[in-house]
């Protein structure tokens, strides 16, 4: 990511979606869904990454599901 006005012109920069960016000349595709590598990781690798981290996956975890509960009710 970069904020420099000269990275405005790059449609891939500021997009998340991943139909988007596979089509970037950079876009490294993750050959195994298990490993943290490329661009786009399983949520099975990130929980992983996480941990050894010391993330408190659980605790996260929770928390996610208390912003989509009080997203619904909102």
Not at 26 to 37: H, V
Not at 50 to 74: F, G, M, N
Request: net charge positive; glycine share 4%.
């Amino acid at each position: 990511y970069s904020s420099s006005m000269k990275s405005l012109g790059n449609k891939f920069m500021h997009l998340t979606n991943y139909s988007v960016n596979k089509l970037n000349a950079e876009y490294k595709p993750n050959s195994n869904g298990k490993l943290c590598q490329g661009h786009k990781w399983s949520l099975k690798a990130l929980w992983a990454y996480l941990s050894q981290k010391a993330v408190r996956t659980d605790l996260l975890w929770e928390q996610i599901k208390d912003v989509i509960i009080k997203t619904i009710i909102a």
